[in-house]
């Protein structure tokens, strides 16, 4: 459901796909081919959120913002089930594992991955191509080149399982 927060109102991609039940409140920015699935809530009400092209927010996730913080997520990344995003910045091609949560001023670096359950504290720097882990969480690696490219899979794979509830062709 769509719903307008005062004079904040949702801007959404015509090939963006919204699942039934998720909710898009107030100023959020839905890029071309995204996929926002079951139940999630992104709630931009007061600050903003933007989703980029080809990212997706699985079942139970949410998005929320604070004064100071928007939330912003990048091109072909992929949000995990259950999965709390609060004003950060998750740039281009990472992957974040179900069930993690990442607080304000949070800034993930591109083509990173995120472990299932991670809790990464506020303002926490993770630079390109890591993986974290924990609680709270901490970088456990580098991730080669390839490593970090093999995330715009599944970004890939949710657009094209997306335009099958759409009932077009990927």
Known sequence: MIHHYGDRRPTIAPSAFIAEGAQIIGGVEIGENASIWFNTVLRGDINDIRVGRWSNIQDNSIVHVADEWPCIVGDFVTVGHGVNLH????????????????????????????????????????????????????????????????????????????????????
């Open 87 to 170: 004003g950060c910045v998750i740039e281009d091609e990472v992957m974040v594992g179900m069930g993690a949560i990442i607080m304000n001023g949070v800034v993930v670096g591109s083509q990173s991955i995120i472990g299932a359950g991670a809790l990464i504290p506020p303002n926490t720097k993770i630079p390109p191509r890591s993986q974290v882990v924990g609680v709270p969480a901490k970088v456990t690696k580098q991730l080669s080149e390839e490593e970090g490219a093999g995330n715009k899979y599944w970004a890939e794979k949710y657009m094209r399982v997306s335009r099958k509830y759409l009932g077009s062709p990927p």
